[in-house]
Structure formats: structure tokens, C-alpha cells
């Protein structure tokens, strides 16, 4: 058994849209002495990618249509930010007063469509929505890291959601690259040589959670955290393996 060292990357500055986010963390590596090595891995939080991404939307520049608005009464939400909730959404699972759960377009099942306006921007009226492709926006940061460094190394994207039956918010994949989402330990031998006959880890939700702690929810300034010592094998991986199929989803 290694240890699992997560390291926060400090001293990012508030991200802007272009910024290059592979630059600002190999120069805050460089700051904590960190070489990026074989089977390390990078978890960025949702917000700098959609920030560098120009994900970020003025709520003003929103025309709410007909449906929003109805379901914005009814949901006592801004219709603005209920026309972008769809926008996002395949599907409206839940609604009501203060509530709206969706099945985003990425095809997890979320709130608000992940969409947020906490440490989004400065003046009122900004809200912030997910990376178009998070998979995609990973894979070509871990190629450009892998081509500076020759490591292979992982990359993984996370957001904040709630759970069903579940208080508070716990870090989740929404972004997978060069790591696995889900590790299937079926058929391996337990401490008395039982097989595993059902157990599949969520391991990059896992490590979602653990780097959410670091980087913390509020006013800590740390998107970015180095991991080492994940202890399962790197390999391509998408977030796709951590999406229940929906004819087993027994909550909807």
C-alpha cells in the first residue's frame, strides 16, 4: 500500500477565458518542486475550465422562452437561469419551489444542470455552466502535459453535487482522462479467498471526493491539486463507465 498525497497547487490566479491552464499549473508544479511522474494525476475544479473556456454567461443576454418561464413560476427561479438549466438538460427529472433536478446533457443527474454563479465573477449577474466536453477539455490538457513532461500521467475535471438520500455535497468526475473511472474488482479474493462476486469502485469519484477536501467549497482560492500514489493502474478512461445505465437507475 503507497500513500495517496494530494497537493494543492496554489497561487492560480482568477482564471479569465483564454488563459492557459497547462502554463499556470506547470508554473505553480514548479513553485511546490513537483516533476510530474509516471501515474500522477491533476484534478482541476469545474470552474477554472469553464472560465478558460468562455462558459461563463450574463444573465442578461438570456431570452427566456415561454416553457422557462412557466417552470420558472413555478420553481420560483429567475426564468434566465431556467432557460439555461434546459438549454443544458436532456431531461427535467424534478421540479419545485427552489428545486429543479435534471439529467444534463453530459448525462449525469444534477441540479441547476451543474450550472453556478459562486466565485463566478465579481459583479452580479454572472452564472458559470459546465465545459462543453470535460472528457475532451482533460484529454488535451494531459496531452500537453505528457508531451512537456514524457510521464503518463491522468487528468480529471470534478464538480460539486448532492446525492440521493444523502446531506451535503461531495466532489464528483465529470471529466476523465488517462485514468479509470470505474476499477471492477469482481473475481479478485477477499481476506478469506472469497471471490468479489459485486464490487466495481467508483475510483475517480473517490479521488474526486478526497481532492475536493484540499481544495475546498468556499473562498480557499485552490482549483488544482496534484495527486500521487492513486493506487490502481492508469488507463484511458471516460465518464461514461461512471454512468449508471437508466433501465438500473431504480431513483427515477
Known amino acids: 500500500m503507497k500513500p495517496l498525497v494530494i497537493t494543492p497547487l496554489e497561487g492560480l490566479p482568477l482564471i479569465q477565458e483564454g488563459d492557459n491552464l497547462v ?7 514548479k513553485r511546490k518542486n513537483l516533476d510530474l ?14 472560465k478558460a473556456e468562455g462558459r461563463r454567461v450574463f444573465l442578461e443576454s438570456v431570452n427566456p422562452s415561454k416553457a422557462a418561464k412557466e417552470l420558472a413560476a413555478k420553481i420560483e427561479k429567475d426564468p434566465r437561469l431556467v432557460q439555461l438549466i434546459l438549454d443544458e438538460s436532456a431531461e427535467v427529472l424534478r421540479a419545485r419551489p427552489g428545486l429543479i433536478v435534471v439529467e444534463h446533457r453530459l448525462g449525469f443527474v444534477s441540479a441547476n444542470a451543474g450550472i453556478d454563479h459562486s466565485n463566478v465573477d465579481e459583479r452580479e449577474g454572472w452564472v458559470l455552466l ?8 482533460a484529454d488535451a490538457m494531459r496531452t500537453r502535459f505528457e508531451e512537456a513532461g514524457g510521464a503518463h500521467i491522468g487528468v480529471l475535471i470534478i464538480d460539486s453535487h448532492g446525492r440521493a438520500w444523502r446531506e451535503g455535497i461531495v466532489g464528483v468526475a465529470i471529466g ?3 485514468l479509470p473511472g470505474v476499477v471492477d474488482l469482481r473475481g479478485r479474493p477477499d ?7 459485486a464490487t466495481t469502485v ?9 481532492a475536493s477536501i484540499v481544495m475546498g467549497q468556499a473562498g480557499e482560492g485552490c482549483p488544482a491539486v496534484h495527486v500521487r500514489g492513486f493506487p490502481y493502474p492508469l488507463r484511458e478512461g471516460k ?12 431513483f427515477r
Open 191 to 197: 481476506l478469506f479467498g472469497r471471490e468479489l462476486r
Open 239 to 250: 465518464l461514461a463507465e461512471l454512468l449508471r445505465p437508466k433501465e438500473l437507475d431504480t
Open 37 to 50: 511522474l509516471e501515474g500522477d494525476i491533476l484534478v482541476l475544479a469545474q470552474k477554472i475550465v469553464s
Open 202 to 210: 467508483g475510483a475517480a469519484d473517490e479521488l474526486a471526493a478526497a
Open 176 to 178: 476523465v482522462s488517462g
Open 23 to 29: 502554463s499556470l499549473i506547470q508554473e505553480s508544479l
Open 130 to 137: 459546465l465545459p462543453k466536453d470535460p472528457d475532451a477539455s
